[in-house]
């Protein structure tokens, strides 16, 4: 981290700062999205969240002229806000049922995006630039605010408040009988990625300045997912490093014209095969592998 902090700061390659920028943002995507999947929910809702925040950047910062962390941190609540809204609606159904309540409210949203035109309908927002004197740092201010993003869900993770969390992904009709509320609990989880994926949109308006409403489909915690389930699910490590493999790779394969989704794709299937349990798992288990444990 601090070897990457330093470049951002003082790198002299613009588009190696900017494909660092891409690589932060998508990995609080991927680890926001691993978040909700502690309690076992696939929140295909990881892309409406995420516009949102973008959008209420935008128009904190085109239509009415406010500084850059009051539209971060209307990013944030927007998301929350209405993540929390989405959830208490939606967490009563599970699995499968609430991924496709997820997927059809992201698209939702992306549609609502192209019917208002004071949002720019199908063109989108453009200008969303940071201050004149913070060109200089937003590489090393977008890696501060993913790091710190990431940071905060790896150490609620990591908290008694986590262990929650998994026990409802094992059994939630256990941890009911104990006393707890796991629809509050899930909800809390909702929320606290929510906030995570509405700072990180935000960042990503600044970070493109352009945004629209093709920015924010399903497309978005699809790809969020396959960088969790190739980095590895089992760590947040694992979602880290699934993303920027999978960033640094798409660029790579940018300019092979149409066979650009056969050779992500075919990359995806291959890793999946050879590592099913991700790279993280791959590692762990040569790790072992070395040092003789049969565990």
């Not at 891409?22 to 990881?46: C, D, H, K, P, Y």
């Not at 998994?166 to 939630?172: P, T």
């Not at 352009?210 to 396959?226: E, K, N, Q, R, T």
């Not at 650009?260 to 592998?289: E, K, T």
Request: glycine share 12%.
């Amino acid at each position: 981290v601090a070897v990457l902090l330093g470049y951002a700061l003082f790198g002299s390659d613009a588009y190696s700062q900017q494909l660092l920028m891409w690589s932060a943002l998508n990995a609080v995507l991927a680890v926001a999205l691993r978040f909700m999947l502690l309690v076992g929910e696939t929140n295909i809702a990881t892309g409406a969240f995420y516009g949102l925040g973008a959008y209420a950047a935008a128009v904190c910062t085109t239509k009415w002229n406010l500084p850059l962390p009051v539209g971060l941190l209307a990013g944030g609540v927007i998301a929350t806000g209405i993540g929390a809204l989405f959830g208490v609606i939606t967490l009563r159904t599970k699995g499968p049922y609430f991924m496709l309540i997820s997927f059809a409210f992201t698209e939702v949203v992306r549609l609502i995006y192209t019917r208002i035109e004071w949002l720019g309908g199908n063109s989108g927002m453009i200008g969303v630039f940071p201050p004149q004197f913070l060109d200089p740092w937003m590489p090393a201010l977008t890696l501060l605010l993913c790091g710190g993003l990431i940071l905060i869900m790896s150490l609620c993770e990591q908290s008694n408040l986590g262990r929650v969390f998994k026990a409802i992904e094992n059994n939630d009709a256990v941890v009911e009988t104990v006393g707890i509320d796991v629809m509050q609990i899930k909800l809390l989880c909702l929320v606290i990625s929510a906030f995570a994926l509405g700072v990180a949109g935000a960042t990503h308006a600044f970070v493109y300045n352009v945004i629209s409403p093709g920015d924010f489909s399903y497309l978005v915690p699809v790809f969020a997912l396959a960088y969790v389930k190739i980095g590895g699910d089992s760590h947040v490590g694992g979602a880290i490093i699934g993303a920027v493999l999978l960033t640094v790779l798409a660029q790579v394969l940018q300019g092979s014209g149409a066979l650009q989704h056969v050779l992500f794709g075919g990359a995806i299937i291959a890793s999946m095969l050879i590592l099913p349990d991700g790279i993280w798992g791959g590692v762990r288990r040569l790790v072992r592998l070395v040092r003789g444990d049969r565990a």
